[in-house]
Each structure stands twice: as structure tokens, then as C-alpha cells.
């Protein structure tokens, strides 16, 4: 799964010349943590009561955002 990430990371930035990519992810969600923070994902804050999530009702999701510059630095 990593390495499908980063070849989208790399469509994102260099063909579609994004400069912010951002994922939210379920704070019990430690497998895709992990993942988003070995790519160089960063934690910006948790989003209370962010999304309706079934009978779970209202839950609330961490924001990891990556920024172009980062990216570059990180494949070096």
C-alpha cells in the first residue's frame, strides 16, 4: 500500500501540480497513521465530531496534510 501512495503522491504533485494533499483518518486508524507518517505526512489536528459514520453517529477524524516542498525533500 505504501508504494501505491507514493505513486499517487507523485501524480498529485508532478502531473497535476498540486501543492496540498490532505488525508483524514479515524483516530483508532493506527495502520494508515503509521503509513501517511512514513511518507512524511504530517498530523495537523483532530476535527471533532467531523463526519456522520453510521450508527456511530458524528465521529471525529485526524487531518495529515503533505505539501509539495516536503515531498521533494523527502525522496532525496
Same mark, same amino acid.
Given at each position: &500500500? /505504501?508504494? %501505491?501512495?507514493? %505513486? ?7 502531473? &497535476?501540480?498540486? *501543492? ?5 483518518? &479515524?483516530?483508532? *486508524? /493506527?495502520?494508515?497513521?503509521? &503509513? ?13 465530531? #467531523?463526519?456522520? @459514520? ?7 477524524? #485526524? ?6 516542498? %516536503? @515531498? ?5
Amino acid at each position: &500500500m /505504501t508504494e %501505491a501512495l507514493s %505513486a499517487i503522491i507523485d501524480f498529485g504533485f508532478d502531473e &497535476m501540480e498540486l *501543492n496540498r494533499l490532505e488525508a483524514v483518518i &479515524m483516530p483508532g *486508524n /493506527t495502520a494508515s497513521i503509521k &503509513m501517511l507518517e512514513k511518507l512524511g505526512f504530517r498530523k495537523e489536528g483532530r476535527l471533532e465530531e #467531523y463526519e456522520k @459514520w453510521g450508527s456511530k453517529g458524528f465521529v471525529d477524524l #485526524y487531518m495529515f496534510a503533505m505539501l509539495r516542498k %516536503a @515531498w521533494g525533500r523527502s525522496k532525496m
